[in-house]
């Protein structure tokens, strides 16, 4: 028998969290899952009542840990301290708002146990709003234009042997791209599809520059592109420029200098202004990651833990 930790990042989800822990449990009460288990609740910063809710679940169900940040930090570093916390021969990561089913635990072990190291749980398509739903294509075209291993709906819903997990533990950066990480080493890896449930509890706590910021993560940290982009406007910027450079000298030369106009001149150095800013800004971004990997914080502060053998 096998032990399955799951990895369940909490950021204001108390409408959820006893569902959450009552379903993952009766998995393996039932005949679903013959393997032991055990639930790390990360709670990030939580505002609402969250943390009192996971410490009464966690004096209830010995197989429960709770580690409670001292702020929000994000999903991310949340991830991380429960992985770094599981003990599992397998480990499971899964939202806490019931949007990805753990109805796909037995699944996602029995293609484990046949070699798999990797196990995806993919969104072939999601119950989201109309917004959400464009977002998400944008975003994930992006990704696979320098990416094409990570799923067209992209996932957080994930199994990974302890071995991949080292692994990945084993890789550094604040501003990282997990699912590109998770598909980096190349490990055998299956996928399997569901469609993305719509929110019954609560709202999704991704406010748009925190979405804005995953992309920009996605974008940076999996792909060369923009800095591939920067270089391809940036050369043609540059024929046009002598090109319309020659132009003007045979004018000359021929005697029939054009008129001097503002409009065509206040639009070359528009466009030319706007694209340098452009490129600029994209190297911000290159260069405000690498200050911050030079400043080495912490990814994350424990405030504490609770588990029925460790209480306040």
Known sequence: MSLISY???????????????????????????????????????SSDNSLDQLKGIAKRD???????????????????????RSTGDAIINIS??????????????????????????YRSDREDGVLASIFSRMAYASVRSGNRSVPAGGFDFVLMSRKALELFLSMKGRNRFFQG?????????????YVRRRRAVGRSQYTFAKKL???????????????????LCGALLAISGIGYAGVIVLAKLAGNVPFTGWAPLMVVILVTSGMLMLMLGVIGEYLWRILDEIKAKPLYVVEREFSQGVQE
């Open 213 to 231: 910021k995953l992309f920009f993560d996605f974008t940076i940290d999996s792909s060369y592109v923009p800095i591939r982009l920067m270089s």
């Open 96 to 121: 806490a708002d019931l949007q990805d089913p753990p109805e796909l635990t037995p699944e996602m072990i029995s293609q484990w146990r046949t070699g798999n190291e990797v196990v995806v749980a």
């Open 62 to 84: 010995p197989r429960v840990i709770v580690i409670s940040f001292t702020r929000n930090f994000g999903q991310l570093p949340a991830i991380l301290a429960g992985y770094a």
């Open 181 to 193: 990480d998770v598909l980096w080493a190349g490990l055998r890896c299956s996928f399997i599809p």
């Open 7 to 45: 990895v369940v990042p909490v950021f204001n989800n108390s409408g959820s969290l006893e569902l959450m822990w009552s379903t993952i449990a009766g998995l393996f009460e039932g005949e679903a899952c013959s393997d032991d288990y055990e639930i790390v609740f990360v709670n990030d910063g």
